[in-house]
């Protein structure tokens, strides 16, 4: 594998992750989070609308002005999320029922537009395609993380309802905690940000352990400079 | 107004038009392919409910559910519609079997919940017994009035079987009241409501028996 897309996979996964660096989409990650099978929907929607926007964006590049760039995008980006509503709707109608609201709020998530603008507009088709699966993978590895937390926090189960997704899935749900009493913070809007919060201080965390300890030097070489 | 802004104005809007037809003609394939399997499941998602709330008893003939009747919540075709305290015309579902009507599925709105209304659909069978009752629609507090919802607790099914003979009037309410039905730890107004207005569609099943079924 070539390094360029060596670096667009650990870009989008982990050191400029949409969800937890570039903080966008948060919207949608937070009310979808409520479960493994939500997540996991609204995140392969989102993939789905990722890729071929940046992969459409990429490919008529040089035919779009920078002045009509905006209403451009927005244009294509609106047209794959009604495509991607449609196929949930014919290959997974349970789920729609339950997360079909939100299918539409893609269009609001910043990281496709973000990706559209930044990245698409200026490279060629297959980086622009790698790139877009790699932050839609990304935002949904961050999606389903939180979906299972919460899912756990809230029922003591995991995987409930799956064949909602996935058909043959009909017996993953997992009873972890038995006789659990349930906690309804962890499904309701509060808990989504206060897990937010863990997870993106484990994240930091983690980044600072591993492959942080000069990017902390030279940030305490700067504040010394400043004073 | 010079030429070259008129070139760029025209260069811009055309290169957009393009952009919109192809983002339209892609849409539209896509509509078009999916379109027959959307209506497909919408239709067995609907049969699926409705036989939850009327199954089928033992290996008889399959069951068809017919939206022939409209009930209108002015109009006088129907003894004491208000009963069911429907917001605008809603249908209601007979029960065919054999090419006979053997039961219907009536929609009726419970307006003195807790948070607004809960839609139901009870189902009642001609011998005046309810065969089940679904939820649509509630705005109840997560975790303690929506205890009605069939998937998070199986409150709704102590319906079943009932009927205005064999639930005295008094009994219609929760136990706290001396009815028959639980009441949830920290909501009864939910419950109570719902229980009331499944025994309204009773009522309204008695007045209208014949008319329903088309006996």
């Known amino acids: 594998m070539s390094t360029a897309t060596n670096t667009l996979i650990r870009q989008g996964l982990w050191s400029n992750n949409p969800a937890l660096v570039q903080l966008l989409g948060l919207c949608p990650l937070l009310a979808v989070s409520t479960s493994v099978v939500n997540a996991l929907g609204l995140g392969l929607a989102t993939i789905l609308v990722l890729a071929a926007s940046n992969l459409f964006v990429s490919l008529i590049r040089q035919r779009v002005s920078t002045t009509i760039r905006l209403p451009a995008f927005v244009l294509i980006i609106a047209g794959f999320v009604s495509c991607a509503e449609l196929l949930l709707q014919a290959f997974a109608y349970p789920l729609y029922l339950r997360i079909g609201i939100f299918i539409p709020l893609i269009v609001t998530n910043c990281t496709v537009l973000g990706r559209a603008v930044s990245f698409a507009a200026r490279n060629p088709a297959l980086p622009s395609l790698i790139d877009g699966v790699m932050m839609g993978l990304g935002f949904s590895a961050v999606l389903v993380l939180m979906g299972f937390i919460r899912e756990l926090l809230a029922s003591g189960t995991v995987f409930a309802n799956m064949e909602l997704l996935l058909p043959f899935a009909a017996n993953w749900e997992l009873q972890i905690l038995p006789n659990y009493p349930g906690f309804l913070l962890a499904i309701l809007p509060p808990g989504a940000f206060i897990l937010m919060g863990f997870i993106l201080a484990l994240r930091k965390w983690l980044d600072l352990k591993f492959t942080g300890a000069q990017d902390l030097r030279a940030l305490a070489q700067s504040i010394s400079n400043h004073e | ?215």
């Open chain 2, 1 to 215: 107004m010079n030429n070259s802004l008129l070139r760029s104005l025209f260069m811009h809007s055309s290169s957009l038009l393009l952009i919109a037809l192809l983002v339209a003609l892609i849409l539209g394939a896509v509509f078009e392919l999916s379109a027959p399997r959307i209506a497909n499941q919408q239709e067995e998602a609907l049969r699926a409910s409705l036989l939850e709330i009327f199954p089928a008893e033992g290996s008889g003939p399959g069951l068809s559910f017919e939206p022939t009747i409209t009930l209108s919540p002015e109009s006088s075709a129907f003894a004491d519609i208000e009963l069911l305290a429907l917001r605008e015309n809603t249908l209601a579902y007979r029960v065919i079997a054999d090419g006979r009507a053997i039961g219907i599925i009536l929609p009726a709105i419970a307006r003195d919940a807790y948070n607004g209304d809960i839609d139901l659909l009870v189902g009642i069978r001609i011998n005046g017994a309810i065969s089940g009752v679904h939820v649509l629609q509630h705005r109840e507090t997560p975790g303690l009035g929506d205890k009605i919802e069939l998937r998070i607790s199986d409150w709704i099914l102590a319906f079943e079987g009932r009927s205005l003979t064999s639930t005295t009037p008094a009994a219609w309410t929760v136990q706290k009241a001396g009815g028959d039905f639980d009441q949830f730890t920290g909501a009864t107004i939910t419950p109570r409501a719902v229980i009331q207005k499944v025994r309204d569609a009773l009522l309204f099943f008695q007045q209208n028996e014949g008319d329903l079924l088309n006996l």
